[in-house]
């Protein structure tokens, strides 16, 4: 490869951007749409597409390596992808790509692919299956979700689908076929943390802000390797300008290290550490009283409900030292309003989750959230709302919901759900007998808990079908595949960030015969006799139909990769959508739902003697179970792939690093090679999300480490329905 400069790039760069502005005048702008660059590039001359020293063209679109979506500058040499760079434009990635980014074009390319729609032969998990064409892999797929909603109703054909642009469609199709039974990966997720934060401030996923904060507390948000791009990097700028950082975590994780402290709090014992900050602050008057007595309701009985919580009584539940725990009080509510606590992410770690998660924006709100005013620390983040084609009333639907919402769940949020549960219902046949499972973009049999009921429930039904790129280990269960193009090769809905619109587009043709998600979802729903929900031509179509009211010509949003829409104003003073329009620090919901209405303390269970707690967490280089067959990917795991002990442990068990353990729990057994690392606590160990794949359709990532699911035992939060992942405690022992 030609060497250059950076200098010199960013001049090929400048030029190539003077270009496409010159070009992007009158009927050239049309020509410049990816379709037709031969003839456009023939027409302008080279130098209009010379971006960097290789590329024939570039094309702006959203990588889906992970539900980040940062922008993307996709740049093709000889009809192949080159080179992934991140769009400078773009408010997440601003010009930056992660390794899994950087990496994205592996997956076009990954020799292991599913190009063709394909068909069971063998019996179901023999993994063999036959090319099929669309025709017939649609055809019969209609025939059988056709079959099971005559026969037993539509609510026996399960929908799963994990946060993906084309969501809307799939539960758009669901919908329309009439089924309530709807499961995404949020139970596994972030439950704990928009119920929460739905039930303190009305706000579903409260965006970060990070300018001038000076304190802030991680409790288990590993932003330094569960990347949310824009965030890791501004948590990194306001640590290098001087930020103090606490990091609660079991492990010793990269953003551990880049904290000011780290404090090894015992698993599930987060909610002991923030009643007591609570009690320090009301304590000794260090709250922001004015915001209270605008903003809050419930003040009182939450201050007469945490007296008995101080220090003292944190420091032996949580093993952090009762001075530790003052001072962190006193140093958070001084640093205010310049201080949070992060409202996390992946909060599904124990029962008493969503009571942590309800602590910590109480916390917050008593320190007052709005540094300045109507300016406030957690807002939603997206402000343009995207339509989509005409479309009937969807058919209305009468059974009960196979995840307990809400008749065992009162208070989980419809959209969030309890995947879980709809799991064990298929075993248990109530409320009623599931015979079909739609799966799309998601892999069920690795990221539920205890794998071998899911396998269970998997073989139990009568019919599965599964949208993916890859064979997964879920569709290797399945009865028909079909095969989406990847995010490099389709187009998808718009994706809104703020008020920036952005496009996703093909880079290249897609591979053998893969389609997009817009196109197969639309087909099925023809075959369904639910024409009328898929109101559009194509792709182009719909993605037109959705810019109509802003305006926009599809070739100018292709061109450019993003439009912004009209910001709209903001009103005066802050209000809360909760049912008291205050933050509720004590809340009726709560209170009439059976639920302690202000935060209080919960006993999570602790291991028996002579067990660890398990616990699991994002690895920087891989997206949970998507990543491990990507061939660049590969070549970055160093002890991803072991079980993490502490030599003191280990040393009581006669375990030396690298020996083979048995892993063992109530749900099962695993056989794996130990990593001894000083960065655990003793009573812990870790396993990494994504390895251990059981299909053999992953011919990279085929047993290679193991699977933590296989051990993962089922325990859900009450209130919010999230999943329990630290709750499984296991013994280790030589293999
Ligand atoms: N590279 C990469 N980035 C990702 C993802 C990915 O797969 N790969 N996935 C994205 C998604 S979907 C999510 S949800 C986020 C998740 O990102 P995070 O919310 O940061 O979650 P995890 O990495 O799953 O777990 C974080 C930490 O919780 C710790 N932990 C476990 N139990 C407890 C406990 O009881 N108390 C405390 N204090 N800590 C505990 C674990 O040791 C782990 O280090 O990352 C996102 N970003
Ligand atoms: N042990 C353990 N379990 C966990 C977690 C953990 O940390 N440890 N984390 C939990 C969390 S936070 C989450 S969010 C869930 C995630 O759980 P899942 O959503 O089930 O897991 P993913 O690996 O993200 O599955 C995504 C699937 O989408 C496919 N895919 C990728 N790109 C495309 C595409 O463009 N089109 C289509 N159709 N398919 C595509 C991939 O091949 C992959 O099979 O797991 C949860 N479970
Ligand atoms: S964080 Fe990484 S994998 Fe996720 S969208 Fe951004 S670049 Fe892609
Ligand atoms: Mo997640």
Not at 98 to 103: I, K, L, P, T
Request: one cysteine or more.
């Amino acid at each position: 490869m030609e060497e250059i400069t950076r200098e010199q790039w960013l001049l090929n760069r400048r030029q190539f951007m003077k270009g496409a502005v010159l070009a992007g005048t009158g009927a050239a702008l049309a020509k410049l749409g990816i379709f037709d660059l031969g003839p456009a590039q023939a027409q302008a001359g080279p130098e209009h597409f010379l971006s960097g020293p290789t590329a024939d063209y570039e094309v702006r679109t959203l990588c889906e390596m992970c539900v980040w979506r940062c922008g993307v500058i996709a740049k093709v040499r000889g009809g192949k992808i080159e080179k992934l760079d991140g769009n400078p434009e773009h408010p997440h990635s601003l010009g930056n790509l992660c390794a899994r980014g950087q990496s994205g074009l592996m997956m076009t390319y990954d020799p292991d692919r599913v190009l063709y729609p394909l068909m069971r032969v063998g019996e179901r998990g023999s993994g063999r299956f036959r090319r099929a064409t669309w025709e017939e892999a649609l055809d019969f797929t209609a025939e059988q979700m056709l079959r099971i909603k005559n026969t037993y109703g539509p609510e026996a054909m399960i929908f799963s689908s994990t946060h993906n642009l084309s969501q809307p469609l799939f539960e758009n199709l669901l919908n329309a076929y009439g089924s309530p039974n709807y499961g995404t990966q949020r139970s596994l997720c972030f439950n704990a943390m928009v119920t929460a934060h739905l039930l303190t401030l009305g706000i579903q996923e409260p965006a970060r802000r990070y300018d001038g904060m000076n304190y802030i507390i991680l409790t288990g948000r590993n932003l330094m390797e569960g990347i949310s791009t824009s965030e890791t990097r501004q948590l990194m700028e306001r640590i290098a300008q001087g930020a103090h950082v606490v990091v609660l975590d079991p492990r010793f994780t990269k953003t551990a290290a880049k904290a000011a402290e780290w404090l090894p709090i015992r698993p599930g014992t987060d909610l002991a550490f923030h009643l007591a900050l609570i009690q320090v602050i009301i304590d000794e008057n260090l709250y922001d009283r004015a915001f209270v007595e605008r903003y809050t309701v419930g003040f009182d009985e939450l201050a007469e409900a945490v007296r008995g919580y101080t220090p003292r009584w944190a420091a032996p539940i949580t093993e952090i030292p009762e001075a530790t725990i003052y001072r962190i009080a006193h140093e958070f509510a001084e640093a205010a309003p310049y201080a949070f606590a992060h409202p996390n992410w992946r909060t599904s770690n124990f029962i008493n989750s969503f009571q942590t998660e309800r602590a910590i924006a109480v916390l917050n709100a008593l320190i007052g959230l709005c540094p300045e005013q109507g300016d406030c620390i957690f807002a939603d983040e997206s402000t343009v709302s995207l339509g989509g084609p005409p479309q009937p009333p969807y058919p209305r639907v009468t059974a009960m919901r196979l995840d307990g919402v809400p008749w065992k769940y009162p208070l989980v949020p419809l959209k969030l759900g309890v995947f879980q549960e709809i799991r064990d219902a298929v075993l248990t046949g109530q409320p009623y007998q599931a015979r079909g499972w739609f799966f799309s973009r998601q892999n069920p049999i690795m990221s539920l808990p205890d794998m071998a009921r899911t396998i269970e429930a998997f073989k139990k039904l009568e019919f599965i079908v599964s949208v993916d790129i890859i064979l997964n280990d879920s569709s290797w269960y399945a009865d028909v595949i079909l095969p989406e193009a990847t995010y490099l090769e389709r187009y998808d809905p718009l994706h809104a960030v703020g008020s920036r619109v952005f496009i996703r587009q093909p880079v290249v043709e897609p591979l053998g015969e893969a389609r997009s998600a817009l196109w197969i979802y639309r087909e099925l729903g023809r075959r369904l006799g639910l024409e009328d929900y898929f109101q559009y031509l194509d792709e182009e179509d719909y993605i037109r139909q959705q810019l109509a009211p802003f305006g926009v010509p599809l070739e100018q949003i292709k061109q450019v990769g993003y439009f912004d829409a009209p910001v709209p104003e903001r009103s005066g003073e802050r209000t809360w959508n909760t049912p008291s329009g205050k933050v509720e620090i004590a809340s009726e919901t709560l209170r009439k739902a059976g639920f302690p209405a202000v935060p209080v303390w919960e006993e999570p269970p602790r291991p028996p003697e002579g067990r660890f707690y398990l616990l699991t967490g994002k690895v920087g280089q891989h997206t949970q179970f998507a990543t491990q067959n990507n061939a660049y990917l590969q070549e970055v795991d160093y002890h991803t792939q072991d079980l993490w002990l502490h030599p003191t442990a280990a040393a009581q068990r006669g375990i030396n690093n690298g020996d083979l353990v048995r892993v063992t729990s109530d749900a099962g057994a695993v056989e794996v090679k130990v990593w001894l690392t000083e960065g655990i606590r003793p009573d812990c160990v870790y396993l990494a999300p994504g390895f251990g794949h059981a299909s053999r359709g992953l011919k990279k990532a085929y047993n290679r480490g193991v699977n933590a699911s296989r051990v993962h035992v089922t325990f859900t939060d009450p209130v919010s329905g999230g999943q329990a992942l630290t709750q499984t405690f296991v013994t280790v022992e030589r293999a």
